[in-house]
């Protein structure tokens, strides 16, 4: 069966300094994989979305980045973090290639707090 | 444009009676809707999918949720709560076609249940 990782589950940052959160899939190949950031409050905000390794897309301009070393691993990154940085951030992963209207599976997040 | 609407931001019930969550969906054609459940600080966890067919869906955790293209609603219903289905609900619709397969979600519905 399929599971997701995401690391850490909780983490503290002052402002200015820089961001990785990673996330890993295991069980399948090729997947689409997706960043969300959840606002308190808010529903789900798409923040990247991934076909393939090293094929990254951007939904909202932003002060975070997002990269796709390997086919099952997902990192989102920020050189300097903001106080607007401050959420609840989601990976997911979808099947990938020909499938149509497949359900996205979620982690456990990560609740970041910048100091 | 895709968009779904959850109107009840929260909502109150007691345990043991029934419950229906309302989701409206904007979709130029047949899309693909789901159901998330969301518990405080965790991920979210899919209870069930429409694609096509039977416009009756059975879910996990005794939900189900019924697509009505006429009135664009795909709403989610049990006939008796727990107080264990206290959480966040999502609604969200996909489109029909290959690649990445992005969701958009609703803003989501709280759900309190009193004893």
């Known amino acids: 069966s399929q599971t997701i990782h995401q690391w850490p589950a909780t983490l503290v940052q002052p402002v200015g300094s820089p961001l990785s959160l990673e996330c890993t899939v295991e069980?399948?190949?090729?997947?689409?994989l997706y960043w969300y950031r959840q606002a308190a409050g808010r529903g789900l905000q798409l923040l990247f979305y991934?076909?393939?390794?090293?094929?990254i897309s951007s939904e909202v301009p932003q002060n975070l980045s997002a990269s796709r070393p390997q086919d099952r691993q997902f990192i989102l990154s920020s050189k300097k973090l903001l106080l607007s940085d401050s959420g609840f951030y989601l990976c997911?992963?979808?099947?990938?290639?020909?499938?149509?209207?497949?359900?996205?599976?979620f982690g456990d997040g990560t609740r970041l707090s910048i100091l | 444009a895709q968009s779904v609407t959850q109107p009840d931001i929260h909502i109150t019930v007691s345990e043991g009676a029934s419950l229906e969550l309302r989701c409206n969906y904007s979709y130029g054609a047949t899309p693909y809707l789901f159901w998330y459940v969301q518990s405080p600080g965790q991920g979210l966890q899919l209870l069930l999918k429409?694609?096509?067919?039977?416009?009756l869906v059975q879910g996990i955790k005794g939900f189900e949720a019924e697509f009505k293209r006429s009135q664009s609603s795909f709403n989610l219903r049990k006939p008796s709560v727990h107080w264990s289905d206290a959480a966040e609900y999502f609604c969200?619709?996909?489109?029909?076609?290959?690649?990445?397969?992005?969701?958009?979600f609703g803003t989501g519905t709280r759900l309190t249940v009193i004893p």
């Open positions: 429409y694609f096509s067919g039977d416009t």
């Open positions: 069980g399948t190949s090729n997947p689409n």
């Open positions: 997911a992963w979808s099947k990938g290639g020909l499938y149509v209207g497949e359900p996205q599976h």
């Open positions: 991934s076909v393939g390794i090293g094929q």
């Open positions: 969200a619709v996909g489109a029909r076609k290959t690649g990445a397969n992005n969701l958009f």
